[in-house]
Antibody, heavy 116, light 108 residues
Framework: EVQLVESGGGLVQPGGSLRLSCAASGFSFSTNSMNWIRQAPGRGLEWISYISSASSAIYYTDSVKGRFTVSRDNAKKSLYLQMNSLRDEDTAVYYC?????????WGQGTVVTVSS | EILVTQSPATLSVSPGERATLSCRASESVGNNLAWYQQRPGQAPRLLIHLASTRATGVPDRFSGSGSGTEFTLTISSLQSEDFAVYYCQQYDEWPPGTFGQGTKVEIK
């Protein structure tokens, strides 16, 4: 079964850090580009980061540039998002999703709450 | 950045009826448009890409049309599992590949 499982979310104070993980199974992770997409409470979807299969291309949306870092470990079939200098507006459900520009597989998401 | 606007915000439809959802881009995106379905408490699911190509396993009651700036998702006969929020996403300009704000399809 194809599966993406996020973890690492939680409650963090403004200015704090979190590291999200996404574990893949049931498909060829090493040949798939991956993304992080978030959804703020009651809001729509926002793409935030992309990493190509061999990590040769990495992109971020402007609002997280310099604060978030995406990485992957193909041997462990895992995707990561290091989030630093967190702000209230980063509060959201964070999804990992596969694909290049179109997102064909999604995890169930992990909740990040930034609050004092 | 290309803006994507969906209408209506909420669509009330009876089971078995047809639903028509609209998506408009602020400039031409060719046919680089996708539709996603998000059921309550679940992750989004890709329904359609390239404006009209159904993703694997998507029932044929879902159809997409349009090109340029105007797009439509049609659900021919609503089933109970189709009541959800639907998002369109342009990816002609990617990244970032902007999403619309969503249309909620609710039971009438």
């Amino acid at each position: 079964e194809v599966q993406l499982v996020e973890s690492g979310g939680g409650l963090v104070q403004p200015g704090g850090s979190l590291r999200l993980s996404c574990a893949a199974s049931g498909f060829s992770f090493s040949t798939n580009s991956m993304n992080w997409i978030r959804q703020a409470p009651g809001r729509g979807l926002e793409w935030i980061s992309y990493i190509s299969s061999a990590s040769s291309a990495i992109y971020y949306t402007d609002s997280v540039k310099g604060r978030f870092t995406v990485s992957r470990d193909n041997a462990k079939k895992s995707l990561y998002l290091q989030m630093n200098s967190l702000r209230d507006e980063d509060t959201a459900v964070y999804y990992c999703a596969s694909g290049v520009s179109v997102f064909d597989m999604w995890g169930q998401g992990t909740v990040v709450t930034v609050s004092s | 950045e290309i803006l994507v606007t969906q209408s209506p915000a909420t669509l009330s439809v009876s089971p078995g009826e047809r639903a028509t959802l609209s998506c408009r881009a602020s400039e031409s995106v060719g046919n680089n448009l996708a539709w996603y379905q998000q059921r309550p408490g679940q992750a989004p699911r890709l329904l359609i890409h390239l404006a009209s190509t159904r993703a694997t396993g998507v029932p044929d009651r879902f159809s997409g049309s349009g090109s340029g700036t105007e797009f439509t998702l049609t659900i021919s006969s609503l089933q109970s599992e189709d009541f959800a929020v639907y998002y369109c996403q342009q990816y002609d300009e990617w990244p970032p590949g902007t999403f619309g704000q969503g249309t909620k399809v609710e039971i009438k």
